[in-house]
């Protein structure tokens, strides 16, 4: 259980996802107390985590993709994105890391939506957000 583990501590997970097992080693963060991210916007965060405040959500590099860990409850993301749906494109442009995806999030025009593909499960699908100060 995690929870008997003081931040810092390293863990190791077994995570299943489309049929697949996987062992990863993650390091525990803090949990904020204003359901805000561990780490600031534009660092990254524990073995290959990184928020993207701006959505209000977290996403980790797996395989080559660009997962949804985490989407703040009262995030702009909120509704439209859900834990494991994986960022292809940003404004129609293929997003290769998680850096990748910050930097395109932070060229789009601020009076502008940000147009993300993303697939979950067997679909891919649009989806328009207004980014953190638009909400």
């Known amino acids: 259980m995690i929870a008997g583990h ?37 660092q990254e965060g524990p073995q290959g985590t990184q928020p993207s405040s701006a959505l209000g959500i977290r996403v980790a590099e797996e395989d080559g993709q660009v997962v949804v860990e985490r989407v703040d409850p009262n995030g ?28 395109k999030v932070r060229a789009t025009p601020g009076d502008k939506p940000v147009l993300l593909r993303v697939k979950r499960g067997d679909q891919a699908r649009y989806v328009a957000i207004e980014r953190g100060g638009a909400r």
């Open 76 to 103: 702009p993301s909120e509704g439209k994105l859900r834990q494991g749906d994986v960022v292809q494109e940003v404004n129609h442009q293929p997003v290769t890391s998680s850096n990748d995806l910050a930097t």
């Open 6 to 42: 003081k931040p810092g501590t390293q863990v190791k997970l077994t995570i299943q996802r489309d049929k697949q097992t996987r062992n990863v080693e993650v390091a525990l963060a803090a949990m904020s107390s204003d359901n805000d991210h561990a780490s600031p916007q534009g």
